[in-house]
């Protein structure tokens, strides 16, 4: 197996890249296809069938597993019309609204959209931590978030973190009287914290942990779902009406999804290169590489769960996601919304083929050991 990339130390710059849409069946993913066994269980082959699948944000390591899912679509005879995002909450909103059938939001923001009355349905989940949480430099004094007691904590007001700040402090045991909060604008906070000017910030940890590293500098984050605020990352959504609809391409499109999670599990290499040949502009950055890496990386050190390892790839604990919403809902919801019952905007029915054997899994904590060490 290629061992994954260690995280270059390069300062980073974002790259443009303009909307358009990338369908194929590249030679890094045609290689994919030939090192996973897959056996479709329903064939569209006789006319290929079109669906659009929305992306969150830019493509980027995090969400690279899409890309390595194309080949594993093709052979179900899907041609899969992956477009960028521009954020969950809007990729949720153009689900729902049958803009595209298909879409990978972060789950919180389809519940926040669920409240809203949009209908929304999640397939499969394919990131099982949003890496929200406090972000501390490893050679800081803050040892545990019970440290924070007294310190300077830099937060971006309107990150999605944000909100759930002082529910982290409550139920860490962290004494937030004494904290002194500075609100920060999201391109300087990270360098706030590089240069001491806070002790710590509050972040999703696949945004700040990547720009950290690329200074020099190695991070350490204390994750919200670690203290009782478990929030699920990306799934794959689509529409009650749609999955009603087309029930069978439903099933095909979540198994190929699952399908192209675990061939990124076990071949990272493989899957960035994926990424790279259907996005050709994302390799314009001159660390672009070093960067999806360390995405990928941090992704998949939160992979390695009882959801995905006890059950299958893709699976959803209904009771977490009942506690999401909970959650979510008393923390966000305005005069007017309504809880959603949780029950109604999940299904596991078409997860529970994909799975990875014990061996396999030992695979994936070895060889992103060096990611779970930052998180905790």
Same mark, same amino acid.
């Given at each position: 197996?290629?061992?994954? /990339? ?9 790259? *443009?890249?303009?909307? /358009? ?39 980027? *390591? ?11 679509? +093709? !052979?179900? *005879? ?22 595209? +059938? ?27 931590d949003t890496s929200m949480g406090i972000v501390v430099l490893s050679d800081s004094s803050i040892k ?73 500098k190695t991070p350490k984050v204390f994750l919200y779902s670690k203290f009782g605020l478990p929030f ?12 009603? !609809?087309?029930?069978?391409? @439903? ?6 999804? @699952? ?56 699976? @959803? ?60």
């Amino acid at each position: 197996m290629a061992k994954h /990339r260690k995280p270059d130390t390069t300062a980073t710059k974002s790259g *443009g890249l303009s909307r /358009r849409k990338f369908v194929a069946l590249t030679g890094a993913g045609a290689a994919l296809a030939a090192s996973t066994a897959f056996v479709p269980k329903t064939v569209f082959a006789a006319k290929k069938t079109t669906v659009k699948l929305t992306l969150g944000w830019l493509p980027q *390591g995090t969400t690279a597993w899409t890309y390595a899912a194309l080949p594993f679509w +093709e !052979k179900e *005879g899907i041609e899969v019309l992956i477009e960028k995002g521009s954020g969950s909450a809007l990729a949720a909103q153009q689900i729902g609204q049958g803009q595209y +059938e298909f879409g990978v939001p972060a789950s919180p923001n389809a519940i926040q959209q669920a409240i809203k009355g949009l209908p929304l349905l999640n397939l499969a989940t394919v990131s099982y931590d949003t890496s929200m949480g406090i972000v501390v430099l490893s050679d800081s004094s803050i040892k545990s978030p019970k440290d924070l007691a007294g310190k300077t904590v830099g937060s971006t007001l309107t990150s999605g973190e944000y909100p759930f700040l002082q529910a982290f402090y409550e139920n860490a045991g962290v004494d937030a009287s004494g904290i002194k909060s500075v609100a920060l604008d999201n391109k300087v906070r990270e360098r706030a914290v590089l240069d001491g000017l806070v002790d710590a910030i509050s972040a999703f940890g696949t945004s700040a942990v990547p720009k950290i590293l690329a200074a020099g500098k190695t991070p350490k984050v204390f994750l919200y779902s670690k203290f009782g605020l478990p929030f699920y990352g990306n799934s794959l959504t689509t529409s009650p009406a749609y999955f009603a !609809k087309e029930k069978a391409l @439903c099933e095909a499109v979540t198994n190929g999804l @699952c399908e192209g999670v675990k061939a990124t599990l076990l071949a990272p290499t493989k899957a960035v290169d994926a990424m790279f040949d259907a996005v050709p502009e994302f390799k314009m950055a001159s660390t672009a590489r070093e960067q999806a890496d360390v995405g990928l990386g941090l992704w998949a050190a939160l992979s390695t769960v009882p959801e995905a390892t006890d059950h299958a790839i893709g699976y @959803c604990d209904p009771a977490t996601y009942a506690k999401m919403t909970d959650i979510i809902f008393a923390s966000s919801s305005k005069e007017g919304d309504v809880k959603p019952d949780s029950s109604t905007l999940l299904t596991n029915e078409f997860v529970g083929g994909v799975k990875l054997t014990a061996a396999e899994w030992a695979q994936v904590k070895e060889t992103f050991g060096t990611y779970s060490a930052i998180l905790s």
